[in-house]
């Protein structure tokens, strides 16, 4: 039986948390099929260190069922015309900016925070190269999509895949040298997402890079923001993005490394869709 490692957690604001570290079953892809306790990782110390399966998050089950948990909804929205409406023709431009802020094989071993639909998973195994990445997931239905396009896309060997907590990654402190968020923060609640943001960052070794695509801050200029009707309808359908809207992101990433004994930088930062939605790079370093 798996141990549960247990650690505590800093958090920006000087509290901490209790984090246990049985997260859950990773599986590394191979063309061939898996034995029933799973196939082993070419790159070992890319596993995580306990298998017992996460529960889902309060949040995801009550908010987000619909989207990311009802089989009908997440094989509709995994379709690329489908995604693409959703965020009004700008994926292309989403998932090509973050893929290049990687920086290729300088990317080094990448871990996906939250696999996402659309293209992106296969896209960023083209780009630091499938031994050198890791897709966290705490639904095993996401799992099951990201291993599918890998395969039908032939860059599953070496592909780490784990089902996984984000607020309570099973990986040792500077385990990563890139980690990357893809439209994941908006989703998460306020004191959810501090969380989330320390884990990665505390992943990430200094001389690292934390890599992210997201909705902009609010501003009195984009018509999206102005019109009161959308912005009811957008706080609907996703319920915490007024809170991310209003959140200063880099004053967030920078807190959160400081209390991890780490400086988080800006070095590149792009937007799309008039500042709709944008795209950060933070270089991480040792404070």
Known sequence: MPRSTRRRVMQGDGSQISCSGSSADSIALAPTTPNPAGSISRSHDRRPKTTAAPALPDYLVRHYWW?????????????????????????????????ALLDGDQAGDTLLIASAYGDVV???ARTVGPDHLTVIDVAPIQIERARNKLLKA??????????????????????????????????????????????????????????????????DRHPFHRWRPLRWLFGTA????????????????????????????????????????????YRIEAA
């Open 67 to 99: 989207a990311y948990l009802w089989r009908p909804a997440v094989w509709f929205f995994d379709h690329q015309p489908i995604i693409d409406c959703i965020v009004f023709g700008q994926y292309t431009a989403l998932r090509e900016q973050t893929l």
């Open 122 to 124: 296969p896209g960023l």
């Open 154 to 219: 032939e860059l599953a060997s070496g592909v780490n895949l784990a089902l996984m907590d984000a607020e309570c990654l099973s990986y040792g402190d500077d385990r990563f040298d890139s980690s990357v968020f893809f439209l994941l923060l908006h989703e998460l609640p306020p004191p959810v997402r501090r969380r989330v943001v320390s884990e990665a960052l505390r992943v990430t070794r200094p001389g690292g890079r934390l890599v992210l695509a997201e909705y902009g801050a609010e501003t």
């Open 238 to 281: 996703e319920p915490f993005l007024p809170t991310l809207w209003a959140l200063d992101l880099d004053r967030l990433i920078v807190e959160q490394a400081a209390a991890l004994g780490k400086r988080a930088i800006v070095d590149t930062h792009s937007t799309v869709f008039d500042g709709f939605y944008r795209i950060n790079r």
